[in-house]
């Protein structure tokens, strides 16, 4: 394999030793990541919380994944760089001059190989493992037959082993926070189609509000022009010919029954001859 990476068993030793450096670093931030979203659970477990309470703490988790995964990139960014500096600076004291090839980062066969890499070392220390079980003496022989080159070997295959590990919990990390993201996204779109129906009603209820003290108004305006007309057709109506007729018709009736029943008084105060 190391053929296959193009470099020497020393400095696949130290590729491997890089990726488990990494690993490390990341893992630190997935149990950062992991300890933030478990409190925040716990919060909302042991409490009751309103609506916006929760978009709050969901806004504040999302700004604290938002903020590792940037600390992340760039810490790679700067191992990378300073790594480049120790191998540079290496070259230069044996007068010669490095030359990075950025295209090889992104070739699908050389990321193949690092992978079978992987595999392979993880797959002989899972045997090794298991052969050493199965017999506990075995692993009193191992250690005291152990040579330098076997020591360094051992030492390798733990580091790749422990990247496997942190490589596998990194994965479950992302599948945690796409899908904490999906059910942040959901709670937000609800919230906003709840907040729109809200203020949808509020207007409603608003212009209906608005349209009923307009139309009270209007009735009483018209109910004042009523009375206005009213008063002016009473006005108008007295000073015509034909009131005046009904008046002087009322008032000669009223004189004929004021006599009509003073005469019939009369009447009644005689009585009857024998």
Do not use: W
Request: charged letters at 30%.
């Amino acid at each position: 394999m190391e053929e296959e990476l193009a470099v020497n068993s020393s400095h696949a030793f130290s590729l491997c030793q890089y990726l488990s450096y990494s690993r490390g670093e990341r893992a630190s931030r997935v149990e950062t990541v992991k300890d933030v979203i478990t409190q925040q659970i716990k919060k909302v477990k042991e409490a009751h919380y309103t609506k916006d309470e929760v978009k709050r703490m969901l806004e504040t988790t999302s700004k604290l994944v938002e903020i590792d995964m940037n600390n992340e990139l760039i810490n790679i960014s700067h191992n990378t760089f300073l790594l480049l500096r120790q191998l540079m600076k290496q070259a230069e004291e044996a007068n010669a001059t490095l030359k990075m090839n950025l295209s090889e980062i992104q070739n699908i066969e050389l990321l193949k190989a690092v992978a079978q890499f992987e595999k392979e070392i993880h797959d002989k220390k899972a045997e090794r493992t298991a052969t050493i079980l199965k017999d506990p003496s075995l692993l009193d022989e191992s250690i005291k037959n152990l040579s330098s080159d076997f020591v360094s070997e051992f030492y390798r295959n733990d580091l790749i082993n422990l990247s496997h590990a942190l490589q596998k919990s990194s994965l479950e990390h992302n599948t945690s926070v796409n899908a904490l993201k999906q059910r942040m996204l959901s709670t937000e779109e609800q919230l906003a189609n709840e907040t729109k129906f809200r203020s949808q009603e509020h207007k409603r209820i608003s212009d209906m509000e608005k349209a009923h003290l307009e139309m009270e108004k209007r009735m009483r305006d018209i109910s004042d022009q009523l009375a206005l007309k009213e008063a002016e057709l009473e006005k108008k109506f007295q000073s015509t010919n034909t009131y005046l007729n009904m008046q002087k018709i009322l008032q000669s009736k009223n004189a004929i029954i004021q006599r009509m029943r003073a005469g019939n008084a009369n009447d009644d105060d005689i009585e009857p001859s024998d």
